[in-house]
């Protein structure tokens, strides 16, 4: 924020990983008309899906083979609405009653979220990994990925689960439409009756789920590195 007056004095180009951070970054600075959106980049090959890697993360945290993981990346913060995933995972559960949640990350709403899951009497089914080295293993042990954040400059994490064929429902707010495009079963971050009727389209309709899957897959060819590297070397070079 303090730079903004004069960011238009301190560079040539004026990049931003998408339209959302754009707007956020350069809107009324006077250079927001040259702006250009290049998105982050995933190695696609490093989160295919891997049947070891399902197999390795959930014996690690004790869950067996033919249970339904639902699964969330993130740091523990209020912009990631980890609150509102506890009660999307409990709508869930009025469907699957013998789901997992594993959630992968750190952060200041930790103790906060942990102290919602033992009021509520969920400790048996939520599985807090911490932070790890490892993520692309983990979206291999889910079944659906969930990411119900109130704010995303981009959000690395829906390309990563679209890579590995993740099923994904996530918020239509923000840069996440941007990104996911239509690879997701889009929810409103704010009420659980969406999310109840989500995942009941999603576990009844096998055709909707796959489509989903097939598009993710896709999808996350847009955001190769081969293909992002190129872009700005094009910047460079013009």
């Not at 969920?122 to 079944?143: C, I, M, P, R, T």
Request: glycine content about 6%; overall charge positive; aromatic content about 12%.
């Amino acid at each position: 924020w303090i730079n903004k007056p004069v960011l238009k004095f301190l560079a040539t180009d004026y990049l931003s990983c998408s339209q959302v951070a754009s707007d956020w970054l350069y809107k009324y600075t006077g250079v927001w008309s040259k702006s250009i959106v290049v998105n982050n980049g995933v190695d696609l090959a490093q989160f295919a899906y891997e049947e070891s890697y399902r197999n390795e993360v959930r014996k690690k945290h004790g869950l067996s083979l033919n249970d339904v993981v639902v699964g969330h990346v993130g740091r523990f913060d209020v912009v990631k609405n980890h609150t509102f995933l506890i009660d999307i995972f409990e709508a869930f559960l009025q469907i699957q009653p013998k789901a997992k949640l594993l959630c992968v990350g750190v952060g200041g709403e930790l103790e906060v979220v942990k102290n919602k899951v033992k009021e509520i009497g969920l400790s048996n089914s939520v599985v807090f990994a911490g932070l790890q080295s490892e993520v692309y293993k983990y979206l291999s042990a889910f079944d659906y990925f969930v990411f119900p954040s109130l704010y995303e400059g981009f959000g690395m994490p829906i390309i990563e689960a679209n890579a590995t064929g993740r099923v994904l429902l996530t918020s239509k707010i923000t840069s996440i439409p941007e990104i996911a495009a239509n690879t997701a079963h889009y929810i409103n971050p704010y009420d659980v009756s969406s999310i109840r009727k989500g995942f009941q389209k999603l576990i009844s309709d096998d055709k909707y789920r796959e489509k989903l899957i097939l598009r993710g897959i896709a999808n996350a060819k847009r955001f190769t590195i081969k293909h992002i590297t190129e872009e700005y070397e094009n910047i460079y070079n013009s």
